[in-house]
């Protein structure tokens, strides 16, 4: 007769460790604070993005993209139990998010990413995503306006 192991029973040295997520790997809500004010830093600044963010400062921005890289990366759900499904294209469809700007965005951001000292292996995960997001959001060429509310956004620029 086998006996199944107890609950107190401890894991096997076979047993392999539960996955840790991006977020949790990387420092969790600390080094998530520490990136979005590092990045906002610099946006406040900035004479081409500081326009973008309407909130005379930016808290409220601050918490939006720290919550939003938050749940991306396996932690919290706080997001989308505030804001719902992030839409992102959508959501950034009223700004004109030109070639130029997000260039500035990811200036910032870069510089944000570097001060982190994460593993290599972090650190380069990380940037791909917030380049390849950065690039998505481009929704008009360098000096043109945001689309119209209710036009669509153009997949490809002329």
Do not use: C
């Amino acid at each position: 007769m086998t006996s199944e192991p107890s609950e107190s029973t401890p894991p096997s040295e076979s047993t392999p460790p539960e996955p840790v997520s991006f977020y949790e790997a990387v420092g969790g809500r600390d080094t998530f604070v520490a990136l979005v004010d590092r990045f906002y830093a610099g946006v406040a600044e900035d004479p081409l993005l500081r326009p973008m963010y309407p909130e005379e400062d930016l808290t409220g921005a601050k918490e939006r993209l720290r919550t939003f890289l938050e749940q991306y990366w396996g932690g919290p759900k706080t997001y989308g139990e505030q804001r719902g499904h992030p839409r992102l294209r959508i959501r950034h469809g009223p700004f004109p998010v030109s070639p130029a700007a997000r260039d500035a965005w990811l200036r910032h951001m870069r510089e944000a990413v570097v001060s982190l000292e994460l593993a290599p292996q972090h650190e380069e995960t990380l940037w791909e995503y917030l380049e390849r997001a950065a690039h998505f959001m481009v929704n008009t060429d360098d000096g043109g306006e945001a689309p119209m509310s209710g036009q669509s956004v153009p997949t490809r620029l002329t």
